[in-house]
């Protein structure tokens, strides 16, 4: 629907909407009938184009613009009544009533937009004044923690009753410093803790596995937002207001983080005040280990926590809590990273509670794989043997990783035998690589010092191995007494790197209460309970496998052998120059006995004839003495030289 608007008409374009009277008063009433026809469109299109093309020189103009009942109405009632040509008023209506905006546009577009910027920037403020209140934040930080907490199931779930009886007990009572929760890699050390906290209030869980950070900033940061409190976003104000964009890695000012862990504390200590009505608060901070890298804290290469300002802040301010009894505080990480790094801070070595977690029992495998074979049977429709639960139990253990794997494997349809074989490679393949690091670089060394090292070092670690195979826990004195004699213990914690031993808890009995189900049970506070294992079960089988190896029992007994020749040279050495000494002095007295008789004259008239011949006959007795000697080690030389030559070229 449109509408004439002019203004000035030229008398051709009024004749030729007076010829076409008629068909405007038929557009108006099929207008009133309500219908509209395609005709009627192109009638107003014909007399726009028109006016414009007849008319260029006047002033007036002809628009076609959305017309609406009310003004089809009022025009068609106007233009019956007159039977003269239209005028300016017949064929315009009333102009609409200018609003504000309209009034604004017209007299200056700029101005709205700055009225509208001056209202966005108001609102932006306004919005971060009320969403940063110190009121909003403690808001916030209370949802965070009245939410029940939700964690993904992870794929493989071992009923261990006894640890999550022990740990569930200990958290529901009030904390006393923070705690530290060690065990071997992948002994499942979250998976008891998120069947514990899984569905529980008051806990703020924080995964860096899942949630990776590189630096020590970045953590606590990740922490903090974790908690729900609202931090500031350095980037652009459409990032600061929808929380999107933004730089990950742009510094927020230590004000504003200690304001924030202030508000955290605050809110922990209003509970604390309350009562606890929704339970202990917990804070559990797992894999803590990969900060910086996915292996342990490797910040600057090799840099400690006490190099991290954020991380040491971060361990001071869980020191604060959990000794005002506001939350448990929980490190779980590996047992080097806890002893390494965690304990260089003073404070937190004196309040920390060291708590281990080992692999799961025997019987708890066998369960799970139980109910693993009647799937397996669904699937496959073919059985899972007993033998073949019996080798995976004896192979992988309570590696949940590598229990993950078999498991998938058989869902794949995969033979069990072919799994483990393949396990078992990777982990031969692994030591292989250790032991032949060692030989590479004693067959690069020049120096007959360094490759003895290198050798003995060889030994060493053959020697761990066969203790690591035929126990499954040794106490870590023991072997420091008896493998690395006192030194060397450097090289315990490259094993430990290298994921080819790990360090465990001895299971010993209780020395309070004597009950399988105390926390002291766990807790690792007796120097007889720090044990090292093999790095993993199939680890330890691996060792096995390679000290029945015949070609590695070869490459064993030759490095023993250089090691034996390199005592017998040093024996031979030894044997040259104390046979060169012996001889020196034999000359010597030789030399003596020649001055002694060439100006016997003299001597017998100086000392005398009796003191003379006393002389005479001691340095014929010490020659004698010295000759033996020479005879001795001369036979020991030629004793050695032939077992030199009978190691070098064995049969």
């Known amino acids: 629907m449109y509408r004439l608007i002019g203004a000035k008409l030229s008398e051709k374009n009024v004749c030729m909407i007076s010829k076409r009277r008629i068909e405007s008063c038929t557009i108006r009433s099929n207008l009133k009938n309500g219908e509209w026809k395609k005709n009627d469109a192109k009638f107003l299109r014909e007399i726009h184009h028109s006016s414009l093309k007849n008319d260029r020189k006047t002033s007036a103009f002809i628009s ?29 209506s009333r102009a609409p009533r200018r609003g504000l905006m309209d009034w604004i546009t017209s007299v200056n577009p700029l101005l709205l937009k700055v009225i509208v910027g001056t209202l966005t920037a108001a609102a932006y403020v306004m919005y971060l004044t009320i969403s940063r209140a110190d009121f909003m934040q403690k808001r916030y930080i209370k949802k965070k923690l009245l939410t029940p907490l939700l964690l993904v199931n992870p794929p493989i779930t071992l009923h261990r009753k006894k640890e999550t009886k022990i740990l569930q ?216 043997p007993p033998e073949a639960i019996d080798n995976i ?96 213990t450097e090289e315990l914690e490259n094993l430990l790197q290298a994921q080819l031993i790990t360090y465990v808890n001895e299971r010993f009995a209780d020395p309070i209460s004597k009950k399988p189900d105390s926390i002291f049970g766990l807790l690792n506070s007796s120097l007889d309970s720090i044990a090292l294992s093999a790095g993993s079960p199939k680890m330890r089988m691996a060792m096995g496998l390679l000290l029945k190896d015949e070609k590695m029992i070869k490459q064993h007994k030759w490095v023993q052998q250089q090691i034996e020749l390199r005592g017998i040279r040093e024996k031979e050495a030894n044997t040259v120059n104390a046979r060169k000494l012996t001889m020196d002095e034999y000359v010597t007295r030789f030399q003596h006995l020649e001055k002694l008789i060439g100006k016997e004259q003299d001597w017998q008239k100086f000392v005398g004839p009796e003191e003379l011949q006393r002389r005479k006959e001691w340095i014929l007795s010490a020659e004698k003495v010295l000759e033996k000697q020479l005879e001795e080690q001369t036979q020991s030389l030629i004793n050695i030289r032939a077992e030199l030559l009978a190691k070098s070229n064995p049969t």
């Open 64 to 92: 076609l613009s959305p017309l609406s009942r009310s003004s089809i109405r009022m025009e068609s009632s106007t233009t019956d009544s007159s039977s003269s040509p239209p005028t300016n008023t017949s064929l315009s």
């Open 393 to 488: 139990v004896e192979c992988v253990g309570g590696n949940l990783e590598d229990l993950d794997r078999v498991v998938t494997g058989l869902t794949r349809g995969d033979a069990y035998f072919n799994i483990l074989r393949s396990m078992l490679t990777d982990s031969i393949v692994q030591i292989e690589d250790h032991l032949e690091g060692i030989l590479e670089s004693a067959s690069k060394s020049e120096s007959e010092i360094v490759k003895h090292k290198l050798f003995d070092k060889f030994v060493r670690f053959w020697n761990l191995m066969e203790i690591l195979h035929k126990d499954r826990y040794v106490n870590k004195r023991s072997l420091v007494v008896d493998v690395f004699h006192h030194q060397h």
């Open 169 to 384: 007990k200990f958290f529901d009572s009030p904390p006393s410093g923070p705690s530290v929760l060690i065990g071997p890699e992948a002994a499942g050390k979250g998976l008891v803790l998120r069947k514990i906290f899984n569905g529980r209030k008051m806990t703020l869980w924080q995964d860096l596995r899942q949630n990776p950070v590189t630096n020590g900033e970045e953590f606590i940061v990740s922490f903090i937002t974790n908690a729900g409190y609202v931090l500031s976003n350095p980037g652009s104000m459409v990032s600061s207001l929808f929380g999107i964009g933004g730089s990950r890695t742009a510094s927020h000012s230590n004000q504003e983080i200690d304001a924030a862990l202030a508000a955290i504390a605050e809110a922990l200590r209003a509970e604390f005040e309350k009562g606890w009505p929704n339970g202990v608060p917990v804070i559990c901070l797992d894999d803590i280990h990969r900060l910086g890298t996915c292996n342990d804290l490797d910040l600057d290469k090799g840099g400690k926590v006490s190099d991290v300002p954020h991380f040491l802040k971060f361990m001071d301010w869980c020191i604060h809590i959990s000794d005002n009894k506001l939350a448990h505080v929980v490190f779980v990480t590996s047992y080097s990273f806890a002893h390494l790094d965690l304990d260089t801070h003073a404070a937190f070595r004196r309040r920390r509670s060291m708590i281990c977690i080992d692999y799961a029992d025997d019987e708890d495998i066998r369960l799970f794989l139980n109910e693993v074979a009647k799937h397996y049977e669904t699937i496959q429709r073919k059985t899972l």
